[in-house]
Every structure is written in structure tokens, then in C-alpha cells.
């Protein structure tokens, strides 16, 4: 689906701790434990403040912190998050449009977006700071931003991570920094950033729309409960993207 749930978070975190100990490049180039796995995640988890009016500063700092965060949410809370989500994402494909940003021009401002700059997305992704960000920290990554890839680039996340890796099982920062670097410093360079304020804050009137939507189909007597309907939001918005498509 376009979002997961606070248990689906926990597995991918658990994956992440199975599968990446012991993980090579295709070159051989270094192996990964299980303990490492662990302290790449754990990094900045205490911090749990979104951002003011400079923009793309994420809720949670690691992708640690934010499992941890949504698994111990409430129903209703998960449910608020995934209205925020909903939210981001149209706004996202709203300015995408008016900039006419694709593929990796608009994987760059997405990131930007979420999280500040494609330097701060690295650091967020490689939350131990060991310098490379392996497959399945991207893919988990993604997840826990709640990116639909497709929708707003045309790229799902393993094309993305291909591309990036270059036949390796990782992305070292170097990789990574010469991969953005067309959109960073290319002619499209001013179009990259994202205009003021959070966004969160430029999200705020249509998440507002969203949540009176909702209010709608939860009122009255035999009415879904905002849980039971949130997650008819997402379906929505994924409707909406394959009618534009």
C-alpha cells in the first residue's frame, strides 16, 4: 500500500536488523553485523521536534525514532499521521506540477523538501553516520517518510537505489552527493528549493480539507470511526494519482 502501519514499521525495522548483518557489496567490498545495524539507527533518536519556517526538518531525525514513535502510537494517532501524510503528498505533486520537476529533479526537491537537502537527506537515511546507506535502510527510509515514489518522481525506490548504487549494495556519501549533483547545481538548481515555511505549514490547508472530508463520513449515527475510514485516504490519493497518470 502507499502507507504502512506502525506494525509493518516494526517488521522493516526488525528486517533491517536480520538482513544487513553480514550484507557485501558486490565487490566484497565490507561486511555489516547485526550490532551495527542496530547503532546506525540508534543515532539522534531522543530528538522529536518538527521544523519552524526554514522547511524540511523531519518530526523525527531517525529513521529509528519515527518507528518507535508510530509504533507506540494510538489508533487515532496513527490515524492523524496518516491524514499529515496524505496532506504532504498533495502538496508535494502540487508543486512538483507548477515547477514541472520529474524524476530525479523532483526526487531531489521531495527530499529537500522532507528533510531539509539532499546532504541532510544522507545523514537522515545513514542515521549512524557510517558513510554509506544500504538498500534496505533506503527502502525503510522511504517507507517511514510515507513517500510515494512513483507518484511524485515516476521512479519507485529500488530504480532509485539502482541508479544511485551503481550495481553495489550501497551508497557511499560521494555516490550520493555526485548523483544529486545535476539537480543541485544545474540549471535548475533555484527551482530546488522548496518555497518557505514547512511543509507541514503549506500542507496545513488541505489537511484541514482532509480532515472536514473525513469529519463528513465519520458523523452520524452508523458512521465509520476515523480510524476505520483513514485509511480510505491513501486509497484515495493513490486513485487519484492513477487517473492522473
Not at 473525513?214 to 486509497?235: E, I, N, Q, V
Request: proline letters at 2%; aromatic letters at 6%.
Amino acid at each position: 500500500g502507499k502507507f504502512i502501519n506502525k506494525t509493518a514499521y516494526y517488521h522493516i525495522f526488525q528486517s533491517c536488523l536480520g538482513s544487513v548483518g553480514g550484507m557485501a557489496d558486490a565487490n566484497g567490498q565490507r561486511e555489516r553485523d547485526d550490532h551495527n545495524c542496530r547503532d546506525r539507527t540508534l543515532s539522534n533518536s531522543q530528538t522529536t521536534t518538527r521544523g519552524g519556517d526554514s522547511g524540511g526538518v523531519p518530526q523525527y531525525p531517525s529513521m529509528r525514532a519515527a518507528v518507535e514513535a508510530e509504533n507506540a502510537m494510538s489508533v487515532d494517532e496513527q490515524a492523524e499521521l496518516e491524514l499529515q501524510a496524505t496532506a504532504e503528498h498533495e502538496q508535494l505533486r502540487e508543486e512538483l506540477a507548477t515547477l514541472g520537476l520529474q524524476g530525479l529533479d523532483a526526487l531531489a526537491y521531495v527530499l529537500a523538501a522532507k528533510l531539509g537537502s539532499t546532504r541532510k537527506a544522507f545523514n537522515w537515511f545513514d542515521s549512524a553516520r557510517s558513510g554509506h546507506i544500504a538498500s534496505v535502510e533506503w527502502d525503510m527510509g522511504v517507507q517511514v517518510l510515507h513517500l510515494d515514489l512513483v507518484a511524485l518522481t515516476g521512479l519507485d525506490s529500488r530504480q532509485v537505489f539502482r541508479l544511485m548504487a551503481r550495481s553495489r549494495s550501497e551508497v557511499g556519501r560521494a555516490e550520493w552527493s555526485e548523483f544529486f549533483r545535476s539537480s543541485r547545481d544545474g540549471p535548475l538548481k533555484d527551482l530546488m528549493k522548496p518555497p518557505t515555511g514547512s511543509l507541514a505549514k503549506r500542507a496545513e490547508e488541505k489537511k484541514q480539507r482532509l480532515r472536514e472530508e473525513l469529519k463528513a463520513k465519520t458523523d452520524g449515527p452508523g458512521s465509520a470511526t476515523w480510524a476505520d475510514t483513514s485509511a480510505s485516504m491513501a486509497a484515495a490519493a493513490a486513485a487519484a494519482d492513477s487517473a492522473a497518470a
